[in-house]
């Protein structure tokens, strides 16, 4: 009998550990949540379109805090944030005046009250949410529509940037988009209309400027001349300064090709100090493109220089890019000499 006692021990034990997990179990189980963080309620249509404005301001902080997710296409698509995707949309907004196609009252409103909006951008002061919105509000209501709240960005600098660069965009980009004879004028003066007022955005208005006179769109359609290059200050009403060449040049190698289109501005002005101080980080192409704004100069000492610098990088290679078109434009300065 004393050897019971110890075995009927032995079974308990196993007994009162179930018990005390079923204990445990039912008590988490009854157990509050953790309270979540509350999110605005957004009331979204299936098109991801909002339905007042300040939906819409709810809807663009919770994209942000998303990261920004694109919303049409891969297994993360998000349609909720349809708003905030560059998309070529309905013309009808414009031509048919149409009040419910595929603008929201949010987007309504950048164009009704751009001060407001513009407003709240700048409270966010974020690059992309402004070049997002910016882009739709051109494609839904046209893009001279949108440059009432691109000037109210005027004293930001990135988010003006950010903002003009959309609009300029959006004609090649949204081949659905309607213009009127001359919107591409309009849209290049308030390009430069910043500008002229902020001299550290000159060299950037140009390259968009240069973007402008380059549209494939324009250029199938026949518009006429955007920019006039050869009198730039008269069309401007500004003279350009010799380091405004730099600060073209400093937006990169496509600001390089395109200085053929740009070079006649700069007539009388153009200085190879602007260039041999970038010449390190430019591609022999890029030189080619700067070397016709030489040319157009009559400055064929400089296109020799050019020359012998692309000769001097290629030496190594003869096959190379370098030493291809340093005989290139070897041959071009006798050339460009005979056609003055």
């Given at each position: 009998m004393d050897d019971a006692v110890p075995c009927s021990r032995h079974l308990l034990r196993p007994l009162w550990r179930l018990i005390a997990w079923a204990l445990l179990a039912l008590l988490s189980a009854c157990a509050p949540e953790d309270p979540q963080p509350a999110r605005s309620p957004v009331s979204t249509r299936?098109?991801?379109?909002?339905?007042?404005?300040?939906?819409?301001?709810?809807?663009?902080?919770r994209w942000v805090a998303d990261g920004r997710p694109d919303a049409s296409g891969g297994p993360l698509a998000r349609p909720e944030y349809e708003i905030f995707t560059p998309r070529p949309c309905c013309i009808h907004c414009r031509t048919n005046r149409s009040r419910d196609c595929c603008g929201s009252p949010w987007s309504r409103s950048a164009v009704?009250?751009?001060a407001a909006f513009a407003s709240e951008l700048l409270k966010r002061r974020d690059v992309?949410?402004?070049?997002?919105?910016?882009?739709?509000?051109g494609s839904e209501h046209g893009v001279l529509a949108a440059i009432p709240?691109?000037?109210?960005?005027?004293?930001d600098e990135p988010l003006w940037r950010a903002a003009i660069a959309a609009l300029v965009a959006e004609p090649h980009s949204s081949t659905n988009t309607v213009f009127e004879p001359g919107d591409f004028a309009r849209l290049a003066h308030e390009v430069w209309r910043h500008a002229s007022s902020a001299p550290v955005s000159r060299g950037f208005a140009l390259s968009l400027l240069a973007t402008l006179s380059g549209q494939e769109y324009c250029e199938e359609r026949g518009c006429p001349d955007i920019v006039d290059w050869k009198h730039f200050g008269t069309w401007s009403g500004t003279a350009l300064r010799a380091d405004d060449l730099g600060g073209y040049l400093d937006e990169g190698p496509t600001a390089w090709r395109a200085a053929g289109k740009v070079c006649p501005a700069f007539r009388g002005k153009l200085h190879t100090d602007?260039?041999?101080?970038?010449?390190?980080d430019a591609s022999a192409d890029a030189i080619l493109g700067v070397s016709e704004c030489l040319c157009s100069e009559g400055d064929t000492g400089g296109i020799l220089e050019l020359a012998t610098y692309l000769r001097r990088r290629g030496a190594n290679d003869p096959l190379s890019r370098d030493a291809r078109v340093a005989r290139e434009l070897q041959a071009s300065s006798s050339t460009c000499a005979r056609t003055l």
């Open positions: 299936p098109s991801g379109r909002v339905d007042s404005i300040a939906d819409g301001w709810a809807l663009a902080d009704e009250s751009p992309e949410l402004t070049k997002r919105v910016v882009t739709n509000v709240l691109v000037r109210e960005l005027d004293a602007a260039l041999r101080s970038r010449l390190d």
